[in-house]
């Protein structure tokens, strides 16, 4: 029977986020240890593998929501949830401020949650490097309205270069959609975007398709640095082909409501100042520090160093704590910030969380059984009974259960460090292609194509989170294959 009220011999587990990183860590927690309160702004977990497919309606965007709620239902022991933003973590006095930050709000707006072990997988937020005109002028992709808002902008930029006696140089402008950032995010959606095009808006106005075109810019001097060179050149050609303007060594440094302003290196080195025109600008330039981790790092001595989010051990112990642990995006423990790397680090610390009550457990039977061994036995015999509530042991019973808790205690004590192991990369390029990096039966293979393709489509069905979503998602695949992507504009 789950239990309503905070359980007093039970310490407080607070768990920030529910992304990859905190929903893994929910999924596979034993939760009748500990009193645990999960707080996120977001209530729903998001699939962000297929966040890029929504922004044109290849999968709708509920297919790849899971709401939060649902998930902890299927907990054994009950699990609050409070659907607030952290706004900030004393880690002296051990409490969270949190904040509604939703659009209705009660009396109550901000409050405390106090904590003995704290969780932060908040994520990260978009990086935009200061440069002027990005927050008010482009679109991000990492959310699922962003993906709506995407959605919409198309649509609006192609009805209203379809507007009756509009100019060839605005329509042009109107059908020029930029992507900045060429990681996988800037990649996958430019993919999706020409997929479009295609597939569904060249069919259903012929009369503007041939003006459309898609710039994917990228400061360094290729796409997909992390991709090995073979693949950076597949998709480098299948983008070509797919009529994808790809500007590489080109860095935007001034954004308005029309145009992009970007500095190129030419081969020799010089600089030239280019202005682009543009209809929908989509800004995938990576991640930043979220303002509450920035706040807890200024916090503690131990993180003054740290950059790019919170420093953390091999346990994902919080430098400088003892009791906050970090994971994926806003953690820095030395990989890269994926939904792989966050989903493990996850799993790892719900073993850990579950071995350290077990732990706990065992270490008060043993001081049970040791202090009943030390004391006579009072009369009636009540003390030292195992807590199995089995009556009275014998000194010598108790000893041999001592030992048999102390071999289990060493057993599970002895958990290894964190260790990421790597499954690969994936990556959808568009025209049903994709790369992918992965390493099989200690063989590297790095393939890109149809089959590639179908690869991919079965690996992120499959890492779908329930069924439901990959019911969905199957759904939608086959529906906008027969019938077209929805081109209305909500
Ligand atoms: P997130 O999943 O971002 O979750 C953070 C959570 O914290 C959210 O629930 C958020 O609402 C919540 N939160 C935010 N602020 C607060 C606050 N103040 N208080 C409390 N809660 C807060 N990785 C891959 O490995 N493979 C892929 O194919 C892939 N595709 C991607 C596609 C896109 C478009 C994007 C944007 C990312 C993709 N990634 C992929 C990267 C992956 O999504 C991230 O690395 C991953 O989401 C990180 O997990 P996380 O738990 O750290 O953060
Ligand atoms: P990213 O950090 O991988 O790439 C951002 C790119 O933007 C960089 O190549 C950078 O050089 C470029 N850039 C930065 N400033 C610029 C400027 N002013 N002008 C032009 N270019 C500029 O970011 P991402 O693609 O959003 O990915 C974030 C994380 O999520 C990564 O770890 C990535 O691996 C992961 N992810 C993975 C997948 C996948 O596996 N399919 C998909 C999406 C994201």
Redesign the pocket.
């Known amino acids: 029977e789950p239990q309503a009220d905070p359980d007093p011999s039970k310490k407080t587990l607070v768990i920030?986020?529910?992304?990859?990183?905190?929903?893994?860590l929910l999924k596979n927690l034993d939760t009748e240890n500990y009193n645990v309160v999960v707080?996120?702004?977001?209530n729903?977990?998001?699939f962000?593998?297929?966040?890029?497919s929504c922004t044109t309606g290849t999968v709708e965007h509920r297919s790849i929501m899971e709401p939060i709620r649902s998930i902890l239902l299927h907990k054994k022991a009950k699990v609050k949830f409070y659907e607030?933003?952290?706004?900030s973590i004393d880690p002296d006095r051990k409490v969270v401020i949190?904040r509604d930050s939703s659009e209705i709000k009660g009396d109550m707006t901000e409050t405390e949650v106090p904590y003995d072990m704290l969780v932060v997988?908040?994520?990260?937020?978009n990086a935009t490097f200061g440069i002027p005109g990005v927050r008010e002028h482009s679109c991000f992709?990492?959310?699922i309205g962003d993906?709506q808002q995407i959605r919409k902008k198309i649509m609006d930029c192609v009805e209203t270069a379809a507007f009756k006696d509009q100019t060839p140089a605005e329509i042009d402008r109107l059908l020029h959609m930029i992507v900045v950032g060429g990681g996988?995010?800037g990649v996958?959606?430019a993919g999706e975007l020409q997929d479009f095009f295609e597939e569904d808006i060249r069919k259903l106005i012929p009369e503007i398709s041939d003006r459309f075109r898609v710039t994917l810019i990228e400061a360094l001097p290729n796409v997909l640095p992390s991709f090995s060179k073979q693949l950076i050149d597949y998709t480098e050609s299948t983008f070509k082909e797919e009529k994808i303007d790809i500007r590489t060594k080109t860095m935007v440094k001034k954004v308005t409501d029309k145009t992009v302003e970007a500095e190129v290196t030419n081969p020799d080195g010089g600089k030239e100042h280019i202005v682009l025109p543009y209809g929908l600008l989509v800004w995938?330039t990576g991640?930043a520090v979220?303002?509450?981790v920035r706040d807890l790092m200024s916090r503690i001595p131990a993180q003054k160093d740290s950059r790019r989010g919170l420093a953390v051990n091999e346990y994902l112990v919080v430098q400088g704590t003892r009791d906050i642990w970090a994971?994926?995006?806003?953690?820095v423990a030395g990989y890269?910030?994926?939904?792989?790397?966050?989903?493990q680090e996850?799993n790892f610390l719900a073993r850990l969380f579950n071995n350290m009550a077990k732990t706990e457990a065992l270490e008060e039977k043993i001081r049970s059984l040791s202090s009943s061994l030390n004391l006579p036995t009072p009369p009636g015999g009540s003390s030292g009974d195992g807590g199995d509530g089995s009556g009275p042991l014998s000194a010598a019973e108790a000893s041999r259960l001592i030992e048999e808790y102390e071999r289990q205690l060493r057993r599970i004590k002895n958990i290894k460090p964190f260790h990421y192991s790597h499954q690969g990369?994936?990556?959808y390029i568009g025209s049903e292609k994709a790369v992918a990096d992965v390493s099989w039966f200690n063989g590297n293979l790095a393939t890109g194509g149809r089959l590639t393709f179908l690869f991919w489509r079965s690996a992120?069905l499959s890492m779908c989170f329930s069924t439901r979503n990959r019911l969905l998602v199957l759904n939608d695949w086959l529906k906008s294959k027969a019938f077209g992507r929805d081109v209305s504009r909500e």
């Open positions: 920030l986020g529910t992304g990859w990183g905190s929903v893994s707080i996120s702004p977001r729903y977990f998001l962000t593998p297929l966040l890029p607030a933003e952290a706004s949190i997988g908040v994520g990260a937020e992709l990492k959310e993906a996988p995010t996958e959606f995938a991640n979220r303002p509450v994971v994926g995006d806003c953690a890269a910030p994926t939904a792989q790397v966050a989903s996850g990369s994936l990556a992120y």
